[in-house]
C-alpha cells in the first residue's frame, strides 16, 4: 500500500530550480559509498516523493490512514494467515507549539483470501478508542487487489488496487470508505466518502475524485469549509473545489472563485523526513540506539493504560494520558513484533529534582543566521538635549550647576538609537518617558513618534506628551490629541525606561543599506498565543547588541550563547559564540558529574550558601542539598541535618577550597577538568575565554513534573537508560546562487 498520496504527479521533466545542492550532495558521498552494499539500511531506505497542493489536502485523511495502516506490519509473513494481534499504532500532532506523540492500540488480522479466482490481502482492524468519556469501536476492512507502483525516485505511477471500509460505531452514518483503481487508459483512480453525523458544526459530509496519469488528470473534491466559520456553533457550508493539469500547469477552482493557475515547471522540493545511518556501516541509528519506546499497564482500577518512556536532553519521564504512573508499577513495552516477547520492567521512585552539567563547545555566527529570537531588554538611562542634540547618559544628571550638567556614571554621549524609543502595534516591549514639569512641579510623559499617526496637532518626528490609557484598555502610553511636541531646548531632559521583550535576529550584513552592526530588531505586529508564534512586518530596524552581556538564542533544539567582546559591531570576529550541551545526572553518570578536585557547589554572587550533589545511593541519592545554612529557614543547622533545596537554581559553579576549608574568600571555580579558573574580586574570569563549568538545578514544584525524573527498572533491578541526544557537526550548504548557509541539529 502507499503511504503518500499525491492528487499532482511529481514533475518528471529534470532538475528543479532552486533546489540543488552540490555542497550537500558532496558533504553525503562518503556515507553513499561506506554503504554500497545492497544490505545495509542505507541502501534500503526508501524514498517517497509526492506534491503537497493545500486546496486538495482533503485527500490527506488517506496518508493518515495508510500511515498508520503500514505501522501495524499487516504484510509480514509471520502476522499474514497467523490470526487476529494487537499493534501499538502512532500518531503525531501538534499542540500550542509543541509536537505530542499519542498511541492508539488496534487488533489486526491480515490474512490471505481468494475472491472471484484472485488472491486477495484481506486486513481487518478492530479499535477501541475513547473521546470525551465516551468509548465507541470502530471496525475497519482493507482488501488489498493489486500494489502500487512506485517510481525509483520514489514517487507512484498508480496507487494499487485496493478497497478501504471504515464504520465508526453503530450509527450508519458514520463511515468513511475509499478505493483505488487503475481505468482502462492506465490512469489511477481514487474516491473516498466520508460522513460524520456531529463533531464541530454538526454533520457533514466530504467526497473527492481523483483521475492521475503522468501528463494529465482531473478530479473534484466536496468538503466542509471551516474556514468560513468564524463562530464557535457555525454550520459551514459545502464547498467544491474543481482542478486539471497538464504538463506544465495545475489549474484550480475553490467555489465560484477565480481559477488560480500555477506553473508545474516552477516546484520547490521540501524534505519532511530524514533517517540518519552510521556512516560506516549503513545502518540506521534507531537499531543501535533508543530515545524512548510505549509500554502499557493496568491502573489500580483495573483498567488498560498506555504510557511513553522518553528523555528531554537526558531527562528521563513516563509520560502517560492519566497523570502520573505510581512506583512499583509493572510496565510491559508495546513496539516488539508479535513473534517476540516483550519485556516487562517496574516503575521506579520519582526523583523530584534534575541536576544538569551546562558543557560549552564553540560555535559559530552563521549557526543562527537568520533566526528570530526573543530577548528581554531593561535599559534605564536619561537624556539631555544641549541645544543641537540629544545626549545620553546612564547614570543621573547633577544638575547642581545649571551651566555644566554632569553625568554621574561617566560622560555623556550624542544620542541617535531613536528606534528603540518607538512602540509599535502588536509590541511585547513597553516604553516609559517622561520629564519633571518645573513650572507646574507635576511628572509629564511622552512617547516618540518617528511618523505621523493621523493625530492632528503632528508636526514632525520627535516627543509628544502622552497620557495613561482608560483601564481596561491594553497597550502603553498614547499621545494625548491634539498632539503637543517637546520644544527642544538646551538643558530640556527626559529619563527613559524600557523593559519586556524584542526579537532580534543577526543578519550577517556589516554596514549594509539596512544595518551597521550585523544585526536586525524585527518589527512585531502580533502575537499567536494558540501556537505561540510571533507575526513579524517588514519595517526592521538596527540592532547594536550591548558589549558583554550573554545572549541565548536557540536554534531547534541547541542553545547558542552570543557575546560581544569588545566594542567593535562590524565585524563577525566582535563575537564569542558557543553551544551549550546540556547532560542530565542520572544513576549511571552520576560519579562523573562534579569535576574533580570540587568541594562544593555555589552561585559566582553568594559565598554563603553552599550546596552539596548526592551522589551516592540513599534517601537523597541524585539531590541537591545545603551545606551551609538554608537562608529560608534560619532555625535549622543544615550543616548537622542536610535538607534538599526546594527551589531551583541557575548558574552554579564548583568550587575547590584552595587548602583553606574555612575561608571561602578565595576559593576558586573549576573547569570541568578540574582545573582552577582565576576570577577577579567579583567572581568574573579574568581571561573571557577560560569558563568555569556551569550546573542547573530543577525542582519539581508542587502539582506538576517539571523538574522530575522518573526511571525503569529491568528484572535485574538496573536502571533501563536512553541514549543521548545525537549532536551533528554543521554543515555548509550551497544553492544555485551561490550562497552558503550553515546547519546543525541535534
Same mark, same amino acid.
Given at each position: ?52 497542493? =493545500? ?8 496518508? /493518515? ?55 486477495? @490481502? ?22 488489498? %487487489? ?27 452514518? +458514520?463511515? %468513511? ?7 482502462? $487508459? ?17 454533520? =457533514? ?5 481523483? @483521475? ?17 466559520? #468564524? ?17 506544465? =500547469? ?33 545502518? +540506521? ?20 493504560? %498506555? ?30 513484533? #508479535? ?12 526523583? +523530584? ?31 539631555? =538635549? ?30 541617535? $538609537?531613536?528606534?528603540? !524609543? ?22 509629564? @510623559? ?190 535549622? $543547622? ?23 576549608? #574555612? ?45 522530575? /525524573? ?17 549532536? !551533528? ?18
Amino acid at each position: 500500500m502507499p503511504t503518500e498520496i499525491s492528487a499532482v504527479p511529481t514533475n518528471l521533466s529534470g532538475t528543479v530550480g532552486g533546489v540543488t545542492k552540490p555542497g550537500l550532495r558532496s558533504k553525503l558521498s562518503a556515507l553513499k559509498q561506506a554503504a554500497t552494499d545492497p544490505n545495509t539500511d542505507y541502501s534500503k531506505a526508501q524514498t517517497v516523493k509526492f506534491v503537497n497542493e =493545500h486546496t486538495l489536502e482533503q485527500f490527506d485523511i488517506i496518508e /493518515q490512514v495508510l500511515s498508520a495502516l503500514a505501522q501495524t506490519n499487516y504484510a509480514d509473513e509471520a502476522n499474514v494467515n497467523q490470526g487476529p494481534y494487537k499493534a501499538m499504532v502512532a500518531f503525531q500532532d501538534e499542540q500550542n507549539g509543541i509536537e505530542t506523540k499519542s498511541l492508539e492500540p488496534w487488533v489486526v488480522d491480515s490474512a490471505m483470501i481468494e475472491e472471484d479466482g484472485q488472491d486477495v @490481502n484481506r486486513v481487518r482492524l478492530w479499535i477501541e478508542e475513547t473521546r470525551d468519556g465516551f468509548t465507541q469501536l470502530i471496525k475497519g476492512e482493507f482488501k488489498i %487487489f493489486q500494489s502500487a507502483t512506485r517510481r525509483e525516485d520514489g514517487s507512484y505511477s498508480d496507487y494499487g488496487v485496493w478497497t478501504l471500509n471504515v464504520r465508526f460505531g453503530d450509527s450508519a452514518s +458514520d463511515f %468513511f470508505a475509499a478505493s483505488a483503481d487503475i481505468d482502462a $487508459d492506465g490512469r489511477a483512480v481514487i474516491k473516498i466518502n466520508e460522513s460524520s453525523p456531529g463533531g464541530p458544526g454538526g454533520s =457533514h459530509q466530504m467526497k473527492a475524485v481523483m @483521475n492521475r496519469s503522468e501528463t494529465e488528470g482531473f478530479g473534484k473534491v466536496m468538503f466542509p469549509d471551516f474556514e468560513s466559520c #468564524n463562530q464557535p456553533n457555525c454550520t459551514p457550508d459545502p464547498v467544491e473545489a474543481k482542478y486539471a493539469y497538464n504538463t506544465t =500547469h495545475l489549474a484550480i477552482q475553490k467555489g465560484a472563485g477565480a481559477v488560480q493557475y500555477k506553473d508545474r515547471t516552477s516546484i520547490t522540493e521540501m524534505t519532511h523526513r530524514y533517517g540518519m545511518f552510521d556512516s560506516v556501516t549503513g545502518q +540506521d541509528v534507531m537499531k543501535t540506539k533508543s530515545f524512548g519506546f510505549p509500554v502499557e499497564f493496568t491502573d489500580t482500577e483495573g483498567h488498560r493504560q %498506555f504510557a511513553y518512556y522518553g528523555a528531554w536532553q537526558g531527562r528521563h519521564q513516563l509520560w502517560a494520558g492519566n497523570g502520573a504512573v505510581p512506583a512499583g508499577t509493572t510496565v510491559k513495552r508495546q513496539d516488539r513484533g #508479535n513473534q517476540d516477547t516483550a519485556e516487562t520492567y517496574t516503575v521506579a521512585e520519582q526523583f +523530584d529534582g534534575t541536576f544538569t552539567k551546562r558543557t560549552l563547545v564553540p560555535g559559530a555566527l552563521n549557526d543562527i543566521r537568520g533566526i528570530a529570537v526573543e530577548t528581554w531588554i531593561n535599559k534605564h538611562f536619561n537624556l539631555l =538635549h544641549n541645544g543641537s542634540t540629544w545626549q545620553a547618559c546612564d547614570g543621573w544628571i547633577d544638575r547642581f550647576d545649571p551651566n555644566n550638567p554632569i553625568c554621574t556614571s561617566g560622560s555623556f554621549s550624542t544620542f541617535a $538609537d531613536f528606534d528603540m !524609543l518607538v512602540v509599535s502595534e502588536g509590541d511585547r516591549k513597553f516604553v516609559n518617558i517622561g520629564r519633571w514639569d518645573n513650572v507646574n512641579n507635576m511628572p509629564e @510623559n511622552y512617547v516618540y513618534l518617528n511618523a505621523d499617526p493621523g493625530l492632528s496637532g503632528y508636526n514632525g518626528v520627535g516627543f509628544y506628551k502622552a497620557q495613561f490609557p482608560e483601564p481596561g484598555t491594553p497597550g502603553g502610553m498614547t499621545p494625548i490629541s491634539p498632539a503637543v511636541k517637546l520644544a527642544e531646548t538646551d538643558g530640556t531632559d527626559l529619563f527613559v525606561d524600557i523593559g519586556g521583550s524584542i526579537y532580534i535576529s543577526y543578519t550577517g550584513e556589516f554596514g549594509g543599506p539596512t544595518t551597521t552592526t550585523g544585526w536586525v530588531q524585527k518589527e512585531l505586529t502580533g502575537f499567536d498565543e494558540s501556537t505561540w508564534t510571533p507575526e513579524f512586518g517588514t519595517g526592521d530596524v538596527a540592532f547594536t547588541p550591548d558589549p558583554g552581556r550573554e545572549y541565548y538564542i536557540n536554534s531547534h533544539g541547541a542553545n547558542f550563547i552570543v557575546r560581544r567582546k569588545n566594542n567593535s559591531v562590524m565585524d563577525a570576529n566582535a563575537y564569542d559564540v558557543m553551544i551549550e550541551l546540556q547532560s542530565a545526572a542520572n544513576p549511571t553518570n552520576v560519579a562523573s558529574m562534579l569535576p574533580s578536585g570540587a568541594d562544593y557547589l555555589r552561585s559566582p554572587w553568594r559565598q554563603d550558601v553552599r550546596y552539596t550533589f548526592v551522589t551516592s545511593a540513599g534517601a537523597n541519592f541524585l539531590l541537591l542539598q545545603y551545606l551551609s545554612d538554608d537562608p529560608n529557614t534560619p532555625d535549622v $543547622d543544615e550543616s548537622a541535618t542536610p535538607t534538599v533545596v526546594t527551589n531551583g537554581e541557575w548558574g552554579l559553579q564548583a568550587y575547590d577550597n584552595n587548602g583553606t576549608p #574555612n575561608d571561602f574568600t578565595d576559593d576558586r571555580p573549576l573547569q570541568a577538568d578540574g582545573t582552577p579558573v582565576t576570577v577577579d574580586q567579583w567572581g568574573i574570569p579574568t581571561d573571557p575565554t577560560i569558563r568555569p563549568v556551569q550546573f542547573n538545578w530543577e525542582y519539581a514544584q508542587e502539582g506538576t513534573g517539571w523538574g522530575a /525524573q522518573q526511571f525503569l527498572l529491568d528484572a535485574n533491578s538496573n536502571y533501563v537508560l536512553l541514549s543521548d541526544p545525537i549532536r !551533528l557537526q554543521p554543515i555548509t550548504l550551497d544553492n544555485n546562487a551561490g550562497e552558503e548557509k550553515s546547519l546543525s541539529s541535534v
